[in-house]
């Protein structure tokens, strides 16, 4: 892991978690761009997240490509 990949960011909650406005029962979460871009990510590529409980540091690791075959 190279040292831009191990920094740390901090967000507010406010900047990156919305109500979905089509289902307000479901949380929208943006990913800033910089950690995008950082991570090689594009829109529709698998992620998962993973929280520790203890200090609900929150880690995110790509574990798929963008699906091309679903439009």
């Given at each position: 892991m190279t040292e831009?990949?191990?920094k740390k960011f901090e967000?507010?909650?406010e900047d990156l978690f919305e109500e979905d406005p089509n289902n307000p029962e479901q949380i929208l979460m943006t990913i800033p761009e910089e950690i995008r871009t950082m991570q090689g990510w594009n829109e529709g590529d698998l992620l998962k997240f993973t929280v520790d409980e203890t200090t609900k540091i929150m880690t995110i690791t790509k574990v798929g490509e963008k699906d091309e075959s679903n439009g």
């Amino acid at each position: 892991m190279t040292e831009q990949q191990s920094k740390k960011f901090e967000y507010k909650y406010e900047d990156l978690f919305e109500e979905d406005p089509n289902n307000p029962e479901q949380i929208l979460m943006t990913i800033p761009e910089e950690i995008r871009t950082m991570q090689g990510w594009n829109e529709g590529d698998l992620l998962k997240f993973t929280v520790d409980e203890t200090t609900k540091i929150m880690t995110i690791t790509k574990v798929g490509e963008k699906d091309e075959s679903n439009g």
